[in-house]
């Protein structure tokens, strides 16, 4: 018989694409603000790429990874220190991924309205 997943295999699943995704750009901030020690001319020209409209989507991404590590952690932390966590763990994850898009859509809203100007 074949394992479909539930809610807690996708919530793990999730939580450490999002954690890796964090870790891979904290590792180009630091490799990008690394680069001022090459000059102010070196180090703006790499910052400015961020500036390009392509690269708002990947932005947009980072916000989305951030917001839901950061909701599914505090789910994990309930589960961990509620008695009855675990039994409540589904309505949870469900509870996690409202929150998400309530506030995502207006975050990513924001965030991309300068391009469809």
Do not use: C
Request: proline content about 3%; charged content about 15%.
């Amino acid at each position: 018989m074949l394992y479909r997943g539930r809610e807690g295999m996708w919530s793990w699943i999730f939580h450490r694409l999002t954690g890796v995704g964090i870790l891979l750009f904290l590792a180009l901030h630091i490799l990008d603000t690394m680069l001022v020690m090459w000059g102010p001319e070196t180090y703006n020209h790499i910052v400015n790429i961020y500036k390009l409209p392509w690269f708002r989507p990947l932005e947009v991404g980072l916000f989305a990874a951030v917001l839901y590590h950061a909701l599914n952690g505090i789910r994990i932390t309930i589960i961990d220190f509620w008695d009855d966590g675990a039994t409540y763990q589904r309505h949870l994850f469900y509870g996690v991924m409202i929150l998400f898009t309530l506030l995502f859509l207006p975050g990513a809203y924001f965030m991309l309205r300068s391009l469809f100007r």
